[in-house]
């Protein structure tokens, strides 16, 4: 099975801060990523799919890039109310591995 | 408005079962692949199960297959997550999430979840 290693575990950042995640498939992925953000005690929320595509309604400080193995999700200017855990996943065949989270904190 | 509301979650002993819904509301569920994902307490998320649009293809996680069963009932529009013979290491938060589309099978829309419970 192909599987997920995000970096960092976790971090802190400025406010207004460029801040850099990275994901890295142990197998080639092609661009079938998606990044999600999960806020402390709701839901997951779909950030970008297909590497670098930005999901509706979602701010366009964010964004993605990448392909095949190494990928990255960028927040141009961190805001207040990015604090969330970030999760890549890969979903071109099953299993549909997660990365095991990056959790964001403001300094 | 694309809903997902599920049901059914609680505290259940070692060895029993438990069966969580998910029922679909402003859309067809017919038309999509559907998945669960898993949170256990503190840690991150884990892809569970997923079954396609008509029921017939169904892959599991490796620690759950065997034990757990995804199916669905298109008439009701509604998504089943069947957990037999429970373990400690199950207890987590469920949540059945949609795909985006045929073509996109990443998830974009997800119920609000369902805790499960299992002591040791």
């Known amino acids: 099975d192909t599987q997920m290693t995000q970096s960092p575990s976790s971090l802190s950042a400025s406010i207004g801060d460029r801040v850099t995640i990275t994901c890295r498939a142990s197998r080639d992925i092609s661009n079938y990523l998606a990044w999600y953000q999960q806020k402390p005690g709701k839901v997951p929320k779909l950030l970008i799919y297909s590497a670098s595509t930005l999901q509706s309604g979602v701010p366009s400080r964010f964004s993605g890039s990448g392909s095949w193995t190494d990928f990255t999700l960028t927040i141009s200017s961190l805001q207040p109310e990015d604090v969330a855990t970030y999760y890549c996943?890969?979903?071109?065949?099953?299993?549909?591995?997660f990365g095991q989270g990056t959790k964001l904190e403001i300094k | 408005q694309e809903q997902l509301v599920q049901s059914g979650g609680g505290v259940v002993e070692p060895g029993r079962s438990l069966r969580v819904s998910c029922v679909a509301s402003?859309?067809?569920?017919?038309?999509?692949?559907m998945h669960w994902v898993r949170q256990a307490p503190g840690e991150g998320l884990e892809w569970v199960a997923v079954?396609?649009?008509?029921?017939?293809?169904?892959y599991y996680t490796e620690s759950v297959q065997g034990r757990f069963t995804i199916s669905r009932d298109n008439s009701r529009n509604t998504l089943y997550l069947q957990m037999n013979d429970l373990r400690p290491e199950d207890t987590a938060v469920y949540y059945c999430?949609?795909?985006?589309?045929?073509?996109?099978?990443?998830?974009?829309?997800w119920g609000q979840g369902s805790v499960v419970t299992v002591p040791s």
């Open positions: 999430a949609k795909i985006k589309n045929e073509w996109l099978r990443l998830l974009d829309s």
């Open positions: 402003g859309f067809n569920l017919r038309n999509f692949d």
């Open positions: 996943q890969k979903y071109d065949t099953a299993p549909y591995t």
């Open positions: 079954i396609s649009y008509d029921g017939y293809n169904k």
